[in-house]
T-cell receptor, first 118, second 112 residues
Framework: GAVVSQHPSRVICKSGTSVKIECRSL??????MFWYRQFPKKSLMLMAT?????????EQGVEKDKFLINHASLTLSTLTVTSAHPEDSSFYIC??????????????FGNGTRLTVT | QKEVEQNSGPLSVPEGAIASLNCTYS??????FFWYRQYSGKSPELIMS????GDKEDGRFTAQLNKASQYVSLLIRDSQPSDSATYLC????????????FGTGTKLQVIP
């Protein structure tokens, strides 16, 4: 089945530093990837849509200057949390669909990154 | 009204019983419906997808879709303790291709 790899799985950083999270589609090409965040006992909230070769599309309320997304190839998207603060601590999960951009192509998720900002 | 609604639970069922998980959605233009299972601290794992009205069976899992009622459900037969997890209903956003909206999830507890 489709595999999405996310790295790192866990990161602890100090307030004010930046953290980069990588998301790779291992056995398929993904022109579009999605970044979600999840707070404890809450559902996944879509942050942004990462588009290969173009700018990411951010959901309302998500600061594009704080959450930088780069999708430089068909298999790699990165999310950089800039100047992280404790309120950015969360579970970040990337996803991609293996069936192109079809609406009936289910998403496959990376294993997630647990970010803790101290 | 939330876009995708689920009962948060927990839903407790004895081992071997049928677990029934329900989800309603608000946008009639939605075309794709997914059920994901999420263990604590892990990312979601796709269980079932369904696109047309009726039932779709895969092993112990059956997804049911009723677009007229804007309702989708997941039945788990012969529930096992390993099925204990949070089940997320996801519905695609019309025009948004793979963009989906997730419900808040239903926590299922299968009691041995």
């Amino acid at each position: 089945g489709a595999v999405v790899s996310q790295h790192p799985s866990r990161v602890i950083c100090k307030s004010g530093t930046s953290v980069k999270i990588e998301c790779r589609s291992l056995d398929f090409q993904a022109t579009t990837m999605f970044w979600y965040r999840q707070f404890p006992k809450k559902s996944l909230m879509l942050m942004a849509t990462s588009n290969e070769g173009s700018k990411a599309t951010y959901e309302q309320g998500v600061e594009k200057d704080k959450f930088l997304i780069n999708h430089a190839s068909l298999t790699l998207s990165t999310l950089t949390v800039t100047s992280a603060h404790p309120e950015d601590s969360s579970f970040y999960i990337c996803s991609a669909g293996a069936g192109g951009n079809s609406y009936n192509s289910p998403l496959h998720f990376g294993n997630g990154t647990r970010l803790t900002v101290t | 009204q939330k876009e995708v609604e689920q009962n948060s639970g927990p839903l407790s069922v004895p081992e071997g019983a049928i677990a029934s998980l329900n989800c309603t959605y608000s946008d009639r233009g939605s075309q794709s419906f997914f059920w994901y299972r999420q263990y604590s601290g892990k990312s979601p794992e796709l269980i079932m997808s369904i696109y047309s009205n009726g039932d779709k069976e895969d092993g112990r899992f059956t997804a049911q879709l009723n677009k007229a009622s804007q309702y989708v459900s997941l039945l788990i037969r012969d529930s096992q303790p390993s099925d204990s997890a949070t089940y997320l209903c996801a519905v695609n956003r019309p025009g948004g291709y793979q963009k989906v909206t997730f419900g808040t999830g239903t926590k299922l507890q299968v009691i041995p």
